[in-house]
């Protein structure tokens, strides 16, 4: 019996600029900078909608939601992972699981990892307990460890239902 089954993997960055927070997993976190972006720039969300289209090759979340368009200008990014996820379940395709691991010097992760990933649960309809959102520092390392940005990296699984 063959199993339809598809894995993606996301990346996304984005620098720092003036500002006094940011947004990881739909998540509004007070910092000493935002981030330099189109959207909102939840470089976590933007990664996981980059693994969803590229599990079935759809492309990626710039072909969808170009930043050259005032009609994503500081779109929320959890708008954009719906609609993403949207086109997925259009292909008869469901989430199994979720990894994630988002690479920050600083701000400290750990007291909103279980509101992103209640977030990140709700957008793909599926239970928390098959979403992972884990934190990393780089020891000072690249330009995470400078604090000059973040970034997330995904690998998920989806399964055909149909």
Request: some cysteine.
């Amino acid at each position: 019996m063959f199993v339809d089954m598809r894995i993606g993997n996301g990346f996304d960055v984005h620098a720092f600029t003036d500002g006094d927070h940011i947004v990881l997993g739909g998540v509004k976190i007070p910092h000493s900078r935002a981030f330099k972006a189109h959207s909102d720039g939840d470089v976590l969300l933007h990664a996981i909608c980059d693994a969803l289209l590229g599990a079935l090759a759809l492309g990626d979340i710039g072909k969808h939601f170009p930043d050259t368009s005032q009609q994503f200008e500081n779109i929320d990014s959890r708008i954009l992972l719906r609609k993403v996820y949207q086109l997925i379940r259009e292909q008869g395709y469901v989430l199994q699981n979720i990894d994630c691991i988002i690479s920050a010097q600083s701000p400290k992760m750990s007291p909103h990892i279980v509101s992103m990933r209640k977030n990140i649960a709700d957008d793909l309809q599926v239970d928390s307990d098959r979403v992972s959102v884990k934190a990393t520092t780089t020891e000072h390392l690249g330009f995470e460890g400078r604090e000059e940005g973040i970034s997330a990296q995904v690998v998920l699984i989806l399964f055909k239902t149909e």
